[in-house]
Every structure is written in structure tokens, then in C-alpha cells.
């Protein structure tokens, strides 16, 4: 993680330092599939049931390319999380066996992308960076006081939990020129979380000390870019050179 750091450091240097010959903006929006990681809060067990549930993936985005090999951007998501998993309540403390957790989040990515094939139309791509993210609601069945028929209801939960979220993204895809001003890409993309999502209440009854969950996604995206007509951003080939001044026989101004 550290070394991934470091590449995408000097890699952001090596941007600013670039003269930018293409800026864009564009939409987002895919399936995201999202599952989670931790343990319970007794007894130090790792969860290991956790199911992949599919939700929703929208956004807006600001591209920019300084060098046909290298493009950076960043933007705004909305994204739903979540999980379904054993809650094991023999001995977890959780208040069903069949726990729910549903999330949606705020994201900023700040993204590196890399361009294979730079001087085509079609260009696959790596990109990675960090995200940002804020909760803008959690819903779960499990750190609620439920003592009827199960399974427990969804309830809004948002106090048990964390509202920054902070995790790394790492994916692929392909840009695909539309015309001169017009870009359509797909690809997916894997974003882990990296810190404990869930807090325990302060009377240590619904969220047990010890109780940890991270975030896992994997979503599957398209988007579209429009190109701002500053520089041709899809123009294939090396850059052309205008043609040169050549100086005229001085019987050629005679009339």
C-alpha cells in the first residue's frame, strides 16, 4: 500500500508539471455490487458468511488529461453498500441470525488513470487512488431492540456507525473515441474500505466493543464524457505540425 502511495504521489506531481491538453466532464452510472469483511463482537471470530447484494452507481465527473499516456479525475457519487451475513447471535450479541445491512454513500474519488495504446481510438485503461465517502443513510436489522417473530425489520441506524469512510480504488476499462468531442468508456472498478464502519452505542447494548465491519464494492460501470473544445482531445496520430513559411523568388512579386 505504501509503494501504491508513493506511484500515485509522483504520478500527481508529474500531472501538475504537464501543460493540460484536454479537459472534459461526464456522467456515471453502473451496478454496484457490494459485500462486507470483519468479525463479530465476541469471541474474536472473523465473519465469513457475508453475501453480495447488487445496488445503484450514479455520478458526475471533471477528466483531465495532461499527457495522452496519463489522465486524472475526479467527481461526485452516490453509491449503495451493504450486506446480508449470519449474525450468529448465540454469540455475537446481535439481535438476529439473519442480518441486514443497507448504506448509501457519498463518494469523491481522486483517480490515476494510465492509457495503453494512448495514440488510438480505443485506449484500455488502469486507474487507481483513493475515495472519500460519507454516509447519507444506514439501514440494518441487527443493532436495533428486536424481540418479535424474525426476521427483524430495516430500521434506520445511522447512529451505530461511522459517517467517513475513507477506502482505495483500483480497476480497468476501456475509453472509446465518439467524434472529435465525445468519449464512452466502461470498465470496473474494486474499492476496499479501510477503516471499522461500525462504533458502539455508549451503553455498549446494541454495538458490542469489538464488533468491526469494512466495506467491500465492485462495480461495474459506463460512462460519457464531453470533451471541452479547448484542445482536441480524440484527434488520432502524433501531433501535426502547421506547415512552415517558405519564402517566394523575388520574380514571383513582380507583377
Known amino acids: 500500500m505504501r509503494k501504491l502511495f508513493s506511484l500515485f504521489i509522483l504520478l500527481l506531481f508529474i500531472g501538475f508539471a ?8 461526464g456522467v456515471t452510472g453502473g451496478l454496484s455490487l457490494s459485500s462486507i469483511q470483519g468479525q463479530y463482537p465476541v469471541e474474536d471470530r472473523e465473519i465469513t458468511s457475508a453475501e453480495m447484494i447488487p445496488g445503484f452507481y450514479f455520478g458526475t465527473f471533471l477528466k483531465w488529461r495532461p499527457r495522452r499516456f496519463f489522465s486524472m479525475h475526479s467527481g461526485f457519487n452516490y453509491i449503495a453498500k451493504g450486506a446480508n451475513f449470519d449474525a450468529s447471535r448465540n454469540y ?11 448504506s448509501v454513500y457519498f463518494e469523491v474519488p481522486v483517480l490515476i488513470q494510465l492509457n495503453f495504446s494512448p495514440y488510438t481510438p480505443n485506449r484500455p485503461n488502469i486507474f487507481f487512488g483513493p475515495s472519500f465517502s460519507w454516509a447519507v443513510s444506514v439501514q440494518d436489522n441487527y443493532t436495533i431492540a428486536w424481540y418479535g417473530t424474525p426476521p427483524a425489520p430495516l430500521a434506520e441506524t445511522g447512529k451505530f456507525y461511522n459517517s467517513f469512510d475513507p477506502g482505495f480504488i483500483i480497476g480497468g476499462g476501456i475509453d472509446i473515441d465518439v467524434g472529435d468531442w465525445g468519449m464512452f468508456s466502461a470498465g470496473i472498478r474494486y474499492t476496499q474500505g479501510l477503516t471499522n464502519i461500525v462504533k458502539p452505542d455508549e451503553e455498549n447494548v446494541y454495538v458490542l466493543p469489538g464488533f468491526e465491519l469494512q466495506n467491500l464494492n465492485v462495480t461495474l460501470f ?6 471541452i473544445p479547448t484542445y482536441t482531445m480524440n484527434q488520432g496520430g502524433k501531433k501535426k505540425n502547421r506547415e512552415k513559411f517558405k519564402s517566394m523568388s523575388p520574380k514571383k512579386y513582380k507583377g
Do not use: D, I, P
Not at 455475537?92 to 443497507?102: D, F, H, K, V
Open 18 to 25: 504537464a501543460e493540460a491538453q484536454k479537459f472534459g466532464w
Open 92 to 102: 455475537s450479541g446481535l439481535s438476529t441470525n439473519s442480518a441486514q445491512l443497507r
Open 222 to 227: 459506463a460512462s460519457y464524457t464531453w470533451v
